[in-house]
């Protein structure tokens, strides 16, 4: 069975520092692994996602994730946030037949 | 492209009523497709998923059932609505494993 840990259910932050949000799984097979945002009332949209080849994935918005197969851990992060990344940040793993997600993280950024 | 449809983006329903939420989706042939609900403060969780017409797999146990009348079209029910069923509800499709899903824009419902 996969399972998604995210730590840390809320992140607050400057503009223009570094973020990273934490994400571990737990996975039976080869794990592909997602992390989506959503804006207050809205659906979610994919940032990244990590099936196979570089570890180093990069996704929409300045945003990037490694995948560390010892760690068993997809960290997203991004280098210099803006205030328009305020948002709920998802991590997923892939199942057989659906995604799994983490609780999610929720970042603040303050001006 | 792609898209995907799902109305009524806002719901209130009385304790008792039945509910039918909508999903479609556009530009895609034999999608899986996929009921989440996001209650207040937690994460998301699997309701339904369904590989083709007519095939529903059941999650969890709950007061809520889903069909797929059409290759492209989903739909969510209750007969009686409860309190607990308050939520944000996602439909969301893809096409493999490795694809990842593409999400509608939800439906706010609150049962009062």
């Known amino acids: 069975a996969q399972s998604v840990t995210q730590l840390g259910s809320h992140v607050s932050v400057s503009e223009g520092a570094l973020v990273l949000l934490r994400c571990n799984y737990s996975?039976?097979?080869?794990?592909?692994l997602f992390w989506y945002v959503q804006y207050p009332n809205q659906g979610l949209q994919l940032l990244l996602k990590?099936?196979?080849?570089?570890?180093l994935v990069k996704g929409i918005n300045g945003f990037e994730a490694e995948f560390n197969k010892s760690q068993t851990s997809f960290h997203l992060r991004k280098p210099s946030v803006h205030i328009s990344d305020t948002a709920e940040y998802f991590c997923?793993?892939?199942?057989?037949?659906?995604?799994?997600f983490g609780s999610g993280t929720r970042l603040q950024v303050q001006p | 492209s792609q898209t995907i449809h799902q109305w009524p983006a806002t719901l209130v329903q009385p304790v008792g009523s039945p509910l039918s939420l909508e999903c479609t989706v556009e530009?895609?042939?034999?999608?899986?497709l996929y009921w989440y609900r996001q209650a207040a403060g937690r994460g998301l969780q699997l309701l339904f998923y369904?590989?083709?017409?007519?095939?529903i797999s059941s999650e969890v146990p709950q007061n809520l059932s889903a069909s797929r009348p059409q290759d492209r079209q989903f739909i969510l029910s209750s007969k009686k609505l409860l309190l607990s069923d308050s939520g944000f509800y996602l439909c969301?499709?893809?096409?493999?494993?490795?694809?990842?899903?593409?999400f509608g824009s939800g439906t706010r419902l609150t049962v009062v």
């Open positions: 996975s039976s097979v080869p794990p592909y």
């Open positions: 997923a793993v892939s199942q057989r037949r659906a995604l799994t």
């Open positions: 369904s590989v083709g017409i007519g095939q």
């Open positions: 969301a499709w893809s096409v493999s494993r490795d694809y990842g899903y593409t």
């Open positions: 530009g895609t042939s034999n999608p899986n």
């Open positions: 990590y099936t196979t080849g570089a570890t």
